[in-house]
């Protein structure tokens, strides 16, 4: 079972709706959670940290369950510019090094 | 301006060869990271140094070697032991742990 799963998509969604993402980790002691935003053939940009039960900034709501191990994104009022591929990221304990899910890729139409 | 830097941002390398690929920083951040990248897939952990002179192998360090002496560098260096070595590459730093930032990566390509 790989460490932090995700379901790879895509999503395709219309302008202006709501989108959400599930991400599963296994590891009990991660510390950390994290959503990064990859655009094709472009480097991981940190989009949200969330460290306790969640986090919002603007349109971008992430949600933290310690109890059931999983991490949601939910997009609202999706923007073309939102296409992308979303990745779901656990931060360890000991090395501090972070753990990447495979992605969901999300593309948003006019 | 404060950030990562990568290069080359594309490199072909030959069947035996080794290559080297650069990383340097200016954000004063203690730790540095490598990953690689394949298509479709999450990235994978090479390598990480938490302080100058001082690197630990991540999950997939066969064939790959790293140094750190000094805090803005981590040079990766890709060598003819690594039998699948095509991939986007990409170095991170941070504080001492916490949010990392990535720098712009290297493709590299086995001809």
């Known amino acids: 079972r790989k460490e932090v799963e995700q379901d790879p998509g895509p999503f395709n969604v219309p302008e202006g709706a709501t989108v959400a993402f599930n991400c599963t980790y296994s590891?009990?002691?991660?510390?950390?959670f994290f959503w990064y935003r990859q655009d094709c053939r472009k480097e991981p940009k940190l989009l949200m940290s969330?460290?306790?039960s969640g986090n919002e900034d603007g349109r971008f709501t992430a949600q933290l369950n310690r109890a059931s191990q999983y991490i949601s994104l939910l997009i609202r009022d999706s923007k073309l510019s939102d296409s992308a591929t979303y990745l779901c990221?656990?931060?360890?304990?000991?090395?501090?090094?972070?753990?990447f899910g495979s992605g969901t890729r999300l593309q948003v139409q006019p | 301006d404060g950030g990562i830097t990568q290069s080359p941002k594309y490199l072909f390398r030959k069947e035996g060869q080794n290559v080297t690929l650069s990383c340097e920083q200016n954000?004063?951040?203690?730790?540095m990271y490598w990953y690689r990248q394949d298509p479709g897939q999450g990235l994978r952990l090479i390598y990480y140094?938490?302080?100058?002179?001082?690197?630990q192998k991540g999950d997939i360090a066969e064939g790959y070697s790293v140094s750190r002496e000094k805090k803005e560098s981590f040079p990766l260096t890709v060598t003819s032991a690594q039998k699948n070595p095509t991939a986007f590459y990409l170095c991170?730093?941070?504080?001492?742990?916490?949010?990392?930032?990535f720098g712009p990566g290297t493709r590299l390509t086995v001809l």
């Open positions: 991170a730093s941070s504080t001492t742990g916490d949010t990392q930032y």
């Open positions: 590891n009990s002691a991660s510390q950390s």
């Open positions: 969330v460290y306790s």
């Open positions: 990221v656990s931060l360890g304990t000991g090395r501090r090094a972070l753990t």
């Open positions: 954000l004063n951040h203690d730790a």
């Open positions: 140094s938490q302080i100058v002179n001082d690197f």
